[in-house]
Each structure stands twice: as C-alpha cells, then as structure tokens.
C-alpha cells in the first residue's frame, strides 16, 4: 500500500510540473515567466508592453539580434478583448489613453537595471501614443546613463510623440528617436535599423 502513496505522490509531482499548477506551496508565477528577474551580464535590455502579441514578437526578434535580457511589462490587471475595444468610447483603453495621469499598476516584478547601458523600449500605439502603462514604467525607474530607444508596433500610425512623451515623464536617460514596425518586419529590416544606431 505504502508502495502505491509513493507513485501517487510522484505522479501529483509530474502533473504539477507539466501543468505549471501550485502543489505544495510551489507556486511558478507565470506572469514572470520569461523575464530576467536578476542581471545577467548582459548590458542591453529590451522592455516590451504587449497586449495581443505583436510588440512582443518585435522585441523578441531585438533581444535575440542585440543578444539582450527582456522585461515584459505585465498589467496587474489583464486587459480584456473589451477593455482593447477602441470603438467602444468607455472601454478601459479609450478611458486611459483619454486621461494623460492615467497610470496602470504594473503586475511584474520590477526588474534591476543595474548593468544595463541600452534600453529598446517597445510598446503598442493606442491612440497615437504609448499605453499609459509604459508612463508608469518609465515613472518607476531612474535611467541615468542609460540610452534608451523607444520602438512600436501599429496598425498605420507613426511613433508621433509618443517617445517624447515617454521620455518627458522618466526625466532621466539618453533618449533616442524611436521607430515604427509593422508586426511582420523582417530579421534584416531589424538588423539595419539596430546598426543604423551605433
Ligand atoms: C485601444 C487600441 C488603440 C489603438 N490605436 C491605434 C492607433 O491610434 N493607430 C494605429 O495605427 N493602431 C492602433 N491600434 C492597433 C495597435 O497599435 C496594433 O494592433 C499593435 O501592433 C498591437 O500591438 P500588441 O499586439 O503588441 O498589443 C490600437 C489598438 C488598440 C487595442
């Protein structure tokens, strides 16, 4: 019987394991996963908001060219199908990005800059310009000596202010233009623009 209690318990081990499910008081939190929680070494980040995936595909692809960390910055409140309704004029979009001191919480941990000397900044446009959630990064950290360069990915639209404004509300760091891509830019358009950069 005992013998039985053990392949129970090895089998619960597996099927926490494989399911990412919290047995135990092990809790994987999987709104961190993938973000570098402690410095690696390495000095350039790359910190991505991404709500449906396009930005985040980008900034991957700049990670793995610029061979950085990424931070994924991870609402503590998901946003919806409704709340990304932007014909909707009182979804949770339309409402934040019409409120400039709108400021999101920030669901993940914060990340240690300490080392990093670049930072590609990436994020959707929504409304022309940065989600209010990114003023709440950029407000949270001190970039001194850190050169930072804001991209985005949209439907059409250009990067605009939307740097500027990011830029404006940190009040620290080397700021330098941005970029728009669309979400299906390729590794080499990337690798250009990145070496256009030095
Ligand atoms: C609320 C909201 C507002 C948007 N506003 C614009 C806009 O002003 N101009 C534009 O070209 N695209 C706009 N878009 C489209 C997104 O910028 C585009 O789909 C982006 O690539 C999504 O990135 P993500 O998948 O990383 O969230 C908007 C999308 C949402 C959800």
């Not at 509300?169 to 623009?193: I, M, P, T, Y």
């Amino acid at each position: 019987m005992k013998k039985h209690y053990g392949y129970i318990f090895v089998f619960v081990l597996m099927f926490a394991a494989l399911t990412g499910m919290s047995v135990f008081g092990f809790s994987p939190d999987a709104q961190q996963a993938g973000n570098t929680a402690e410095p690696t070494g390495k000095d350039v980040l790359v910190v991505y908001f991404s709500a449906t995936g396009t930005t985040k595909r980008v900034a991957e692809k700049i990670a793995e060219i610029t061979d950085a960390d990424l931070y994924e910055v991870l609402p503590s409140d998901d946003y919806s199908d409704e709340d990304l309704n932007w014909n909707d004029r009182n979804s949770r979009t339309t409402l934040e990005q019409n409120d400039r001191n709108a400021r999101p919480e920030i669901g993940s941990d914060p990340v240690n800059l300490e080392g990093y000397s670049t930072i590609y900044i990436g994020y959707p446009i929504w409304w022309g310009e940065a989600p209010r959630i990114m003023d709440t990064f950029v407000e949270s950290y001190d970039f001194e000596k850190i050169t930072l360069i804001p991209f985005c990915t949209s439907s059409s639209s250009g990067i605009g202010r939307s740097g500027k404004i990011l830029e404006e509300n940190a009040e620290s760091g080397k700021w330098l233009e941005g970029r728009r891509f669309g979400g299906n830019v390729s590794d080499d358009d990337l690798r250009s623009w990145i070496k256009s950069l030095q």
